[in-house]
């Protein structure tokens, strides 16, 4: 659509059927703000473009079924109402400028190529790429994708496990694809992109790209893989879903992306072992082994099975009858991002793979129990999910485990952390009449005492204004806003 014209219906106010599907009616004048200044500052960016799109893609914050995706099992997510934005026009070349309204990422321009070259880890200008290699991987042709001029906003708080990154990832797609002929279906275009973020080195499954495409408002959203399915599941009613920021970071290109890479090898392994053991062949993931034994059968083997200890690389050579050397060359240990000896490593296998398990049973049950509005039922199967992401998957901090004990003290009925864990958020179930107890407490007793006491920096950001506890509905999932 022409530039100016979209600014005139923007500001002038007098047509939003594009927005009223995707927005509530209360959020419509910010949106309306937020987009005018978007495509203000994309002129000024690009004075010569007049012909734009906006796209959209939401972060997401995940339920129950943490660390499942990646092991082909199931989530239980849902779209938060913050999201990326992103404003492009198409260019007669093959490059892309891509800037963002926050001066925190700096501008980067490339080149559309069969082969996209990345940058060094930890740049924003990844996820772009990652999405235009995912789609040029998908076309097979390298002429297809177009250079775009883009100017992307997000008010999804970062390394939050809110999933900025995947809605980065996602509305860049949905951005290319409002200039190109080419249609890619939301379910297809969830799978190309949870393959395309590799690109950026984190060994992901497919929640977050999922969730950011196919959520739908006021409900969660059951995904299961291999294939690709998604189902949406309405939430009990009088509860809300309040997110806690923990405001510890976890980026995941440091450490914590070290950390997360780390759990998805010792889900491989613990496939391999398992699968040796049981005598099944061509299981590659422990959702391969859950859909052939069950979960219990499954849970049994491993509990009688594996050991208690940590394996040591020779422990788990000789479960599979070869040498430690085709272990590492299987799994790719030697030159992993981690850069640590492997041979001293040792892999905690049996917790590992009993979180997985576990916690891809206890989708299917909360799904169900939440489909039958049993919030309390749901609200301890939370809770049983957080213990296990703590004791089992070691991805909790003590900051997580204080914020969902105070919000289970004041009245929540489930807490957990949500996302990659090691930082990031909670999320809650809050009976509706609990709700402002349970705020009050958490800024109370974490905010103003824990957090200034414990991390004064952190602190001063979330009084500069950084949200930091936040009840919503969920939102819709991403798509063209304006052609
Ligand atoms: P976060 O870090 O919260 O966006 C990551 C993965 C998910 C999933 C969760 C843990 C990516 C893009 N996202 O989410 O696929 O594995 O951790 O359940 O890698």
Redesign the pocket.
Known sequence: MDAEILLKILEEGYEDSFLTPVYELKELPGVKARLAALVRKFRGEFPESREVSIVRAP??V?LL??????SGLP?LPMAVPREVLCCSSRRRDKRVLARNVDPKYPPFDFLVRRRVSFSERGRWGNYVKAAFQGLTDHSSTSSGLPGLEMLFDGNIPT????????AL?VATALAILSHSRKKVESLELAEVM?VA??Y?G????????AASLLSEPGKALKIDFFPLRAESVDLAKGYSILVCNSMVE?E?TGA?MQA?NGR?LECKLATAVLSRIAGINGAGRLGDLYRELGSAQLLRLIRSELNEEPHSLEDIARCLGVRPEEVSERFGLQGTSTGEDISKKSFRLKARAVHVVSEAARVEDGAIIMRKGDADAFGAVMNASHASCRNNFE?SCPELDLLTDLARENGAVGARL????FG?CTVNLVPQQNLDEVKSRVLEAYYEDFLKRAHPERYEMYKSGTETVFEFRAAAGGQCLVA
Request: aromatic letters at 4%; a negative charge.
């Open positions: 972060g997401r995940n079924g943490e660390h499942t995706d990646y989530v390394g939050a496990g809110l999933s900025s990154s995947s990832v949870a973020e590799r950026v984190t060994q992901g499954g497919g929640m977050d790209q976890a995941k914590a997360y998805a991805v949500t996302g990659a864990g990031g």
